[in-house]
């Protein structure tokens, strides 16, 4: 069974331009969650999206955003980028929410520089 | 104060050696404790998983989890040159229907041949 794929994998950019992430979950799952990781703060939740629906969020400015489709792919989107938004990005599937199992599944990130 | 706290090290030791690796947190509502392994420009890979207090043993790894002290530590036994990696402690609720992830920052481990 194929992982989680995320596409690009590496990202420049400069200030004030804006991004999307793509990511593509196990054949199957249906929750997608996003997560940023930075040497200072580590893995902080971005977002979350089960059945096209954002289900929870966390607390990061309102220029990120994300979506999923009917096929459970999901983006995500940072819109006038900051130098502290680079980071790796990494999304993770899992069959459905809050299941109580570990069946939550990484994949390797997409790393955005800002310039 | 952050929720989960782990030493970011790098935590450098002889093959061979016992690794311990710990966290603490503040939220006494977490009942699912993860550690993950993270090698160099690849997604974190989950370990172990357990759930409340008590010992998780798979093979070299041993998870521990004290609830009455906030406290989590993964020990790995013989260490090998290839467990050198970034280990994250990660914890959940699950109260709600939600897979987030609370992360510590992560321990650098660098196992010497």
């Known amino acids: 069974k194929a992982g989680v794929t995320q596409t690009p994998r590496y990202l420049i950019k400069t200030r004030g331009q804006q991004v999307t992430l793509s990511c593509s979950p196990i054949?199957?799952?249906?929750?997608v969650s996003w997560y940023q990781q930075t040497p200072g703060q580590g893995l902080q939740f971005l977002f979350e999206?089960?059945?096209?629906?954002?289900?929870n969020k966390g607390n990061f400015p309102g220029r990120f955003s994300g979506r999923q489709f009917s096929n459970s792919r999901s983006e995500m989107n940072v819109s006038t980028l900051e130098l502290g938004d680079s980071a790796l990005y990494l999304c993770?599937?899992?069959?459905?929410?809050?299941?109580?199992?570990?069946?939550?599944?990484f994949g390797p990130g997409t790393r955005l520089t800002v310039l | 104060q952050k929720e989960v706290e782990q030493d970011p090290g790098p935590l450098s030791v002889p093959e061979g050696a016992i690794v311990s690796l710990n966290c603490t947190y503040s939220?006494?509502?977490?009942?699912?404790f993860m550690w993950y392994r993270q090698y160099s420009r690849k997604g974190p890979e989950l370990l172990m998983y357990?759930?409340?207090?008590g010992n998780k043993e798979d093979g070299r790894f041993t998870a521990q989890v004290d609830k009455s002290s906030k406290y989590i530590s993964l020990f790995i036994r013989d260490s090998q040159p290839s467990d050198s990696a970034t280990y994250l402690c990660?914890?959940?609720?699950?109260?709600?229907?939600?897979?987030?992830?609370?992360f510590g920052t992560g321990t650098l481990l660098a196992v010497q041949p």
């Open positions: 993770a599937s899992s069959p459905g929410l809050g299941l109580r199992t570990d069946t939550q599944y």
């Open positions: 054949s199957g799952h249906r929750s």
């Open positions: 990660a914890m959940n609720d699950y109260g709600g229907a939600t897979n987030k992830l609370i």
């Open positions: 939220n006494s509502a977490f009942q699912y």
């Open positions: 999206y089960f059945s096209e629906t954002q289900r």
């Open positions: 357990t759930y409340s207090s």
